[in-house]
């Protein structure tokens, strides 16, 4: 799988582009697809103190984001762009209309960056997948 995504980078860019895209779009998109209503929002599994949704898609996208840049080099900026990403996002959600900055989105959101982070540390420290 990390073969594939390191030849592919462009799945972890459209996929980027598709997140902002979503995150800057002024309502729900997804509501509008699913609800017919601009103003909801569909909700995978209920929050907790966090959003769930934000966790949701920044692990998805960290993990995308991990397994296309495998070089350590790649993976420290990676790192640093998944984060200002979540942090600069959120901040956006203060001057678009129909969306609001919420602490819990942008936890979430840094959640998600944080534990795939950890994990690929984690993995790289202990040579899990080293031939």
Known sequence: MIYFFSRFKIIFYFSNIILIFLYLF??????IIIYNNKNVQ?????DFVISTNHFYVFTVISVIGFLS?????????????LIFLSIILE????IIPERSFEWSDLFGNLLGVFIVIICNNLINKYGYFKK
Request: proline share 11%; charged share 15%.
């Open 26 to 31: 002024p309502g729900s998109l997804l509501g």
């Open 42 to 46: 569909p909700q995978l599994t209920p």
């Open 69 to 81: 840049f495998v070089k350590k080099k790649h993976t420290k900026v990676l790192a640093i762009y």
């Open 91 to 94: 901040i956006f959600h203060l």
